[in-house]
């Protein structure tokens, strides 16, 4: 491609390229990149304006900031969850949106049943009293024989089912639009959310976070929940209610839970969820490996040269934006 007719393409996301220097690479032989670190988010609207591409974490990219966008053509998200993205927006500007499906799936399920096996021996715990000179034990549960809940059955949730295959559980999944032979295939059984809620001694969310599974978890489904159970969430902070699921916690309606995500990211040291014992909290970190954020990377490289090669990118979005 010439010089002046390169698309000139912004990484805002602080993981891109930092440990997978052939993605950068593979941006550089068809266009000029910048890296911008783009510290509020006001800062993004003017920032984007410049660009016919742009690759984005977690940064929040609104209706505003996408009609300020004159030049851009494409928004490429490093990750998963696209609910920081407007949509809609976007398509309705024809801009196209690709994301990395699958990427660190087995990154966040590996990470889950950490979080699990954590939970039920309380390890985090166990290590803060030995590094501070203390030597009790902590009396904690098998996983064996347990009942698993599994709340959305899509790339994390099967991968989870699939690596639980050897801890000789029941699993139980509870996901209204996946068919019952295709969880009945994991050697998991389907079930209803309630009756899924009450026979569980690990509730896990993996669903994607929409206005249908916004607060899917409520204080009434909580108190479903049998006392001794765990609830581990992955998936995103807004599925729960976090009020009442620090009631529970803190009531002792459950037993404990890990959570890797909340309703305000970074938590708000003043949160509540931190002073509990039954708790584990981890910075959104489930997705965070070497293996995971290099298949990232390179998903959003080859997306980007295909679509100014004039091909369609791989892992879209918003389809709908070429019906347009
Ligand atoms: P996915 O789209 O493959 O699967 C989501 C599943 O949820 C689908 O099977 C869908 O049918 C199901 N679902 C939708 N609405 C539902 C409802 N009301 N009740 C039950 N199930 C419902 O997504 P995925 O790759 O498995 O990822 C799941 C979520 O995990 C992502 O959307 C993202 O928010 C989160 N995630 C978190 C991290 C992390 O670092 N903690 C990393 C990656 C993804």
């Not at 995103?236 to 009531?251: H, I, N, P, S």
């Amino acid at each position: 491609m010439e010089m002046a007719n390169r698309p000139r393409i912004c990484v805002i996301s602080k993981s891109f390229g930092q440990y997978c220097k052939e993605a950068l690479e593979i941006l550089k032989s068809f266009s000029e990149v910048e890296i911008k670190s783009v510290k509020e988010q006001k800062e993004i609207i003017d920032v984007v304006k410049e660009f016919d591409g742009i690759i984005v974490g977690n940064e929040k990219i609104n209706k505003e900031i996408i009609n300020n966008a004159v030049r851009l053509k494409i928004i490429a998200r490093h990750g998963v969850g696209i609910d920081n993205i407007d949509i809609d927006a976007a398509t309705e500007r024809g801009i196209v949106v690709t994301y990395t499906p699958q990427a660190n799936s087995d990154s966040v399920a590996e990470y889950t049943i950490a979080l699990i096996l954590n939970i039920m021996r309380m390890i985090p715990k166990l290590h803060n009293i030995t590094v501070n000179g203390g030597w009790n034990r902590i009396l904690g549960y098998e996983l064996m024989g347990k009942t698993v809940g599994i709340i959305g059955f899509g790339g994390i949730g099967k991968r989870v089912a699939k690596k639980l295959g050897g801890f000789d559980v029941k699993i139980l999944v509870y996901d209204p639009y996946v068919k019952e032979e295709d969880i009945k295939k994991f050697g998991a059984t389907p079930a209803q959310l309630d009756e899924l809620l009450k026979t569980s001694d690990i509730i896990t969310l993996h669903v994607a976070l929409t206005s249908e599974t916004k607060h899917l978890i409520t204080r009434d489904k909580l108190k479903l929940m049998k006392n001794t159970a765990y609830l581990i969430n992955t998936s995103r902070g807004a599925v729960v209610d976090e009020k009442a699921l620090y009631e529970a916690l803190k009531e002792r309606w459950i037993a404990g839970a890990a959570l890797d995500v909340f309703e305000e990211e970074p938590i708000n040291p003043r949160n509540p969820l931190l002073t509990l014992e039954n708790v584990i909290v981890t910075p959104h970190n489930a997705n965070f490996t070497l293996e995971a954020l290099r298949r990232t990377d390179l998903m959003n490289a080859e997306d980007l040269r295909r679509f100014f090669n004039g091909q369609k990118p791989t892992y879209i979005a918003n389809p709908q934006v070429y019906s347009k």
